[in-house]
């Protein structure tokens, strides 16, 4: 399967990105990381076959501690879960059931897995989409606001404030907005997506889902966006003594175009990258946030399977989760590639 | 006086302890310096100590819920109770100060596991070249992507419950960034004249692993180790709030926890929810504020700025 999916995938975004010449670096770097992508996607559900499987040893032999049953009953279970075929073969099932997004029925919902996450997968995408596009867009122009000057009082309130943010816990964040803008205030709903009595009219309905995801949104960028800001604005003072920097002064050039069209850019380069390595601190954040504000979303459903323990559901919960941070990473790389000219030469 | 050491006895091994003493006495020296750093340091330390002697200030009957069966619930704070009652009648200062104890004693431990697990894995993938080095860079890169958080809840919930398991889960899954700057490190020293000449004269790869590569990485794994402390402490709460924790023991995540249980942010009990809160923002804090002078002293890069 592997062999046939990646080609036909890197033509494509080959012809996108550089319609007229076909050459072959460009080939060999989608190559390279649709590659990386599936290798580390394989190395994901390897591991979610050690966790669920393996580790938590004999889930039967469990059972019966609990409740006795006979030996007949014993063996009747483990044929129905698979678990009397060999390991190899176990192994083999899991796989198939993967990639068939089969990951079985939920014990919490009596639901399959599959159309849970399905259900509550656009909840989540909305929440931490949106929390990320305003963490990064603040981040990044905080930290080159606050790289420009380093040691200014704009400085040194940025850094001392994003350091702060960065020690809270997300969780006891949400529960501190929970308890004043929504406890206390009554300004925000303090939980759900929707009304008990949704209004009827389309933007009434837009607005209702706006107003239960101020707090949540809030949470999640404020302990996120710290880290773009030291992140940027090392990389701005790393650039500011750049000499192509200082020609540019000497030629004359103001200040505010110096940073703005000179060195924002260049330090934007390395920051991409990791502006999408902390994706995966913003799903941790969802985990916690979504529970808190009771949040329709994969996060929430992680929390009930672990309630449970609702083992198939976690199972599709992490797979779930992993594929969205390896995908963004995938598409991190090109990114990168698009900005960066060195690296589209290759 | 570890000078005078080496001018009596010159052999080697007293010669490099002496100039290592030396070195620690240039670092404390520039440490002292940094003020955001002491001002993190003495709130370990008081903390560190209030911790350790908390059967002293208070002792473990204090916690015993049948002995505080006229205490009142939810009292706020006052002069009476400093920090407020909680649901069952405790002191909430009682709770937190041995809630200090598991709250540290997790992170600590959670470190150690990740720093040695990064070490090994960054020294390793930088000094191997060829096959080794890039599978275990892979492996790197892999964690490093991978939601650690939700790997952690995987972990702490196929394995038994109780503290070692969070002290693992935390650890295997946080020692990834360790691992890339120990391997960024390793690739550095590696170009260096004196490596090159040590290989010539036969060093395996043991001898220049442990001689020559473990000490150049140790100051920045130091300095890693300051910083994880903090997100380690705050994985522990978090895995506790979200009910993965041994129920039988105090942390500061589990007093959270209970906080949320019973509605604490919603039902006006303010106090429940703030204390261990701030308590955890300001400990991680002063361990980022000590991890951050450490990387500024040790990482070269950084200096002059």
Redesign the interface.
Known sequence: MSTTVPPTEAVILEEQGEASVRSSPALKYALTKIGGALISLAMVILLGFFAFKILPGDPVAKAAREHPMSPEQIAQLRAQLGLDKPLWQQFGDYLVNVFTLNFGESYVYKQSVASLIGDYFWNTILLTGTSAVIAITLGLWLGQKAGWRPGSRFDRMTTGTSLVLWSVPTFWLALLLLMVFGGTLHWFPTGGMVSPNPPDDTLGKILDVISHMVLPVITMVAVVYAQYVMVMRASVMEEKSADYLITARAKGLKDDDLRTRHAVPNALLPTVTLVFLHIGGLIAGAVTVETVFSWPGLGKLTYQAIQGPDLPLLQGTFVVFSAIIIFTNLVADFVYRRLDPRVRRG | MSGSTATLARSPRSMAWARRGRALAAFWREFSHSRAGMVGLVFLGVIILLALLAPVIAPAWMLDVTKLLDSPRFAPPSLEHPLGTDDQGRELWVRMIWGARVSLLVGFAATAVSMIIGTVVGIAAGHFTGWTGGLLM?II??F????????A???S???SRGVWTIVIAIGLTSWAGTARVVRAQTLSVESRDYIERSRVLGAGHWHIIVKHLLPAVLPLVLANTTLTV?SAI?AE??LS????GDATLQSWGSI?KN??DVSA????Y?WY??V??VA???V??AF??VGRAVETIVNPTLRS?
């Open positions: 892979r890169d892999f490093l992507v991978l939601p650690s958080l939700i790997l809840i995987v972990l919930i196929v394995l903090g705050i709460s978090t709030f979200l009910g993965l959270l906080s949320m942010a919603t039902a006006g303010w929810v703030l261990p809160g955890i923002v300001l991680v804090l980022t504020l700025r």
